[in-house]
């Protein structure tokens, strides 16, 4: 028998399992795989409302008739059809009557009106996938659609809604399976299954193991050996020990927490625009991890950091590590200009719901934006609290420094202010007499001469600009004119005071000292209200002041470089309630899940 390549040999393996298959399947019917967790979220996301908004009322249980025998709320009832057969053919959407209708072949349906380009999009995409649809409403005993969700009933009846409880583990019957309560655990659904656990890995197994599963790299030569010939009992705990103090835990186990918040450094979309500073919530991950930071903190400083009373700091790196925590919220996908603006934010905090609730409940609460949820106890009004959360914030920079830093930057700029207030009015105060002379100077108009001895310039007195700086330019003290104009000042700005209180109601009032209902930051933003003229300095060009302000709170004082946010009211975190107290499918499940221990 000649020799056969080991292309050829793969061929062969493909030709004769091909071949088992055509066998196989022409003995016993198709059996369809279970739909994936990716497939089911299309699904309710982007295929169950347009079908239950565009189709059920006429092709549903709501019915005692359907329209044409037809049911689109089951997959048993699409497959099955009505009176013009099959509603779909799964995998083949060209061959489906459903996508025939919605693109009007032969005839358009919905008949309310054409269904818009991207969900007609979507149920071709649904339909070439093979039109998963989840497994517990896959017969015709489907209830209801439009009964309501017994959120109560499934809370009571689910164990992942039920607090945690204290269960004592199983007896072993194998004594090398006693060591810890959770190998008693998988020792007895092992044997419940009638498998036989893998023998014990030898040391040079263990170490791989161990070295992947917390670096995210092989072991060195060196550390197999030190650690094969190592036999001692404290050798595996030494091990274990200076794995987790290795900077490169960090690095491997914040790669998978980037993964549940989506990390990228760029917003996707068309244009596909730079986060230009997305590095440093992946070192604050990194550093987190290694300085091993609460779960519990985590989650306060990813939902709330920049407003906690009591952040988390570096002093190494002189940072505010919780404010860093929310930069996850900027993750997503955004163009450069869209064109509704107000859409592109609703669907930025709809992934932002997305995200959260998936990160660290483990659920799809975005499943209920359109309706309550039709399998978890999550209602409506639950998803739209939740968003209206979310949606209250809005896209600012912050700045990350120790508050030591900022403190001291405020005392450097203010110190700066003093210095820049006192030379503006040296040179305001010692050039109003030239700058008076050359507005004048403006003002002169050249008269033709009325006779051959007669040739003068007359100054033009059409309106009191023209007096009060002829007044300005010849008054031998300025500080009493000045004081005189202050005066016309103060008359107007109550007169514009008493108009706005009149026709204005006031929602903010920041001219006072009371900055108890606010949460301010900013470099430029001062501890106190400023008084009325402060002003600002422009970054770049000719002009040298941004603006001068009113008495207020500002947030770029000095400079316009400097910005800042107000808020309020700050943001209250209940410490007294247990962040673990439900089941919630979360950290712990993806832990075990990435250590091989997905029992």
Known sequence: MSKMSFRGCVGFMVLVTSASVLVVRAQQPVVEQSPTAEQIEFFEGRVRPVLAEKCFQCHSSRTSTPFGGLRLDSRQGLLTGGDSGPAVVPGQSEDSAIVQRVQGRPVLMPPTGRLNDDEITALIQWVDMGAPWPVATASDDVPDPSAPFDLLQRKQQHWVWQPVQVVEPPTANDSSWSGTAVDRFIHAALEQQSLTPAPVADRRALIRRLSFDLRGLPPTPAEVARFVSDTSPEAYVDLVDRYLASPRFGERWARHWMDLFRYSESHGSEGDPDIPLAWRYRDYLIRAFNADVSYDQLIREHLAG????????????????????????????????????????????????????????????????????????ISQKDYYSLFGTLYGARPTQRAIDAPAVLTKNKVELATLKKQVRAKLADVWLNSTTATNEALLEQARVTVEPESETFNSTRIRSDGTLVEALRELAQASDFTATWIELQRYWQVEVETRQAFNNEHFDVAWDLSGSDYEATVGHGVGRPDVPSAPGEFSIERRGDLLLGGIYPGGAYTHLLSTKHGGVIQTPRFQIDKHRPLEN??????????????????
């Open 582 to 599: 439900l089941n919630l499918p979360s950290i712990v499940d993806r832990v075990l899940h990435e250590h091989g221990a997905d029992a």
């Open 306 to 377: 920049d407003l906690l009373p009591e952040p988390r700091l570096n002093s190494d790196l002189q940072l505010n590590e919780s404010v860093i925590g929310t930069g996850h919220f900027r993750l997503v996908e955004h163009g450069y200009q869209p064109v509704d603006p107000w859409e592109d934010r609703v669907k930025w905090t709809d992934n932002q719901v997305d995200v959260v609730s998936k990160a660290f409940m483990g659920l799809t609460v975005s499943c209920a934006r359109c309706h309550d949820h039709k399998f978890d106890a």
